[in-house]
């Protein structure tokens, strides 16, 4: 069955600090991999997305996530964070038959 | 930027009483999507449709029903509406293996 998990319900770092998001998926294929933000009171944004090639895409505002298909992850990594990155993180994934899903996602809190 | 548009945004309902939500996208993308989100629980599918005349069920598709009578439109039906299904809800189109584009958001209160 598909499914996506994201171990961490909250993370808090300061900032310029680096930050790593944890994303597992379920699926027996290989899946289309998305991680989007949410800022308060807005829809989801996507920040990057991957299907094949190079396990490492990047994607807007310095995000980039690695995708390990032996561990089956695609964890979000930055360098350094701001304090505007604070908002909740979401990966998600997609398959050939169309279906979507996500993670619970990751509120992130970025102290100043 | 592609469009996705939601009506209502914000809904109160009695229990036992039938609630559509709309979703109206101007893209043309082929796919659409429900989800609602509930702390602790993240977006969930509800049901998701790959064409017009198609609605597949999602991951918690019980208690709601979903009609696709166009490329354009993508409504969720709440039948016999009950508290538990107090939520925020989003639409979404997108292609296959490209980026979801997301509504809104509609609040529904079942009281």
């Known amino acids: 069955a598909q499914s996506v998990t994201q171990p961490d319900a909250r993370v808090t770092v300061s900032e310029g600090a680096s930050l790593q998001l944890r994303c597992k998926y379920s699926y027996s294929g290989t899946p289309y991999l998305f991680w989007y933000v949410q800022y308060p009171r807005q829809g989801l944004q996507l920040l990057l997305k991957y299907y094949s090639g190079d396990p490492v895409v990047q994607g807007v505002n310095g995000f980039e996530a690695e995708f390990i298909k032996s561990n089956s992850s695609f964890h979000l990594r930055k360098a350094s964070v701001h304090w505007s990155d604070s908002a909740v993180y979401f990966c998600a994934s997609g398959t050939n038959a169309y279906k979507v899903i996500f993670g619970k996602g990751t509120h992130l809190h970025v102290l100043p | 930027e592609a469009a996705v548009t939601q009506s209502p945004r914000n809904k109160v309902a009695v229990t036992g009483g039938k609630v559509t939500l709309s979703c109206n996208q101007t893209n043309n993308h082929n796919n659409m999507y429900w989800y609602r989100q509930d702390t602790g629980h993240g977006l969930r599918l509800i049901h998701y449709?790959?064409?017009?005349?198609?609605?597949e069920k999602g991951d918690i598709p019980d208690g709601y029903k979903a009609s696709r009578p166009s490329q354009e439109n993508f409504s969720l039906i709440l039948e016999l509406a009950t508290p538990s299904q107090t939520s925020v809800y989003f639409c979404a189109s997108g292609d296959r293996g490209e980026r979801l584009f997301f509504g809104h958001g509609t609040k529904l209160s079942v009281l």
């Open positions: 449709s790959y064409g017009a005349g198609s609605t």
